[in-house]
């Protein structure tokens, strides 16, 4: 392993981090070799990555100085934060910053930013279009990593740009699964009208990183978007329906219901649908499929991601 670059993968027993912790070290031929960063290294999701071949790191994202000492002697860095434990997009941006300070401290050769659109450029705060939120957010999620995209920029941190998409484990995790409606039908709610949606599975994330990490310099100082697929909330229904065998409708809500919901992020999801709706041909353009599939030959498609996922699916 000595001879391999070390990439430090921030939430590595994680989504987006774990899928790329993974794809290095499923790989006996990688150039590659994984320190995964973690708050807890004596998870069982940890062990797991250091039974694979990890070199398994306890890191706190808030001090800078951890940061640092767990970037230290590596080639590169996934860099990802985690807004839905806090709910704060100053927090994430904070945290980023520091990634992007100790990845400039410790001189790292390639860094992968996972990020999304600044939707203020799309819908400033004084557009009524949708609400701000936080007194200076439209999509707290998307906007405060668009906004930290500066850190690494500014810092002359060789980065790559990762634009992701809709997990569509969010149909696992995030209670966006089929549910009884009104009428007594299955049936999954978005306020996404009759537009397409880029989506992709967690794990294809971390596959697609791994690409860019072996393509060397080729996207360093790029923004690259990816997605498995582009479909209407109709047509995801549909595939449910015939993956499970229960028929499950699509509900097509406006924005201003869903943010009305009452969960917790509601108002923030309502205006990232709507974005997503707003800025159809933008936004599924930002994120094409035969380049993702460029970086990541395996790529799910919807369909295979529900024949391997669909027993996951709560039906409520």
Known sequence: ?????????????????????????????????????????????????????????????????????AYEGAYGAFCVTFFWEHFSADKEIEQARS??????????????????????????????????????YKVPHFDGKGEANGAFTEAGVPTTFLLTSFYWENFINLGLGP???????????????????????????GRCAYGIFKAGQEFIGKTVGIAGGHLT????????GAQLGRAIQYNAVPPEVFRGFGFPGAEDLGNMFQFKCDFEDYYCGARDIDFTRS??????????????????????
Do not use: C, Y
Not at 31 to 59: I, N, W
Not at 233 to 240: I, P
């Open 295 to 316: 970086l990541n030959p395996e790529l799910l498609s919807f369909d295979a991601w529900l024949a391997a996922n669909k027993e996951l699916i709560p039906l409520k």
């Open 99 to 136: 990634m992007a300070a100790a990845a400039k401290d410790t001189g790292l050769k390639h860094v992968i930013w996972s990020t999304f659109e600044d939707t203020r450029k799309w819908v400033p705060l004084d557009d009524d279009r949708m609400p701000t939120l936080m007194e200076k």
């Open 179 to 205: 549910k009884v409606d009104a009428d007594g039908n299955l049936a999954i709610t978005l306020p996404m009208d009759d537009k397409k949606m880029p989506g992709i599975s967690a794990e294809d994330i």
């Open 233 to 240: 909330g109709k047509e995801m229904a549909d595939a449910m």
């Open 1 to 69: 392993m000595n001879d391999k670059k070390m990439i430090a993968v921030l939430g590595a027993t994680g989504a987006q981090g774990g899928g790329l912790a993974r794809a290095i070290l499923n790989d006996s031929n990688s150039e590659f070799a994984v320190r995964a960063l973690t708050r807890d290294a004596s998870s069982d999701k940890a062990r797991v990555l250091a039974d694979l071949g990890a070199e398994v790191v306890t890191v706190d994202v808030d001090d800078a100085e951890s940061l640092k000492n």
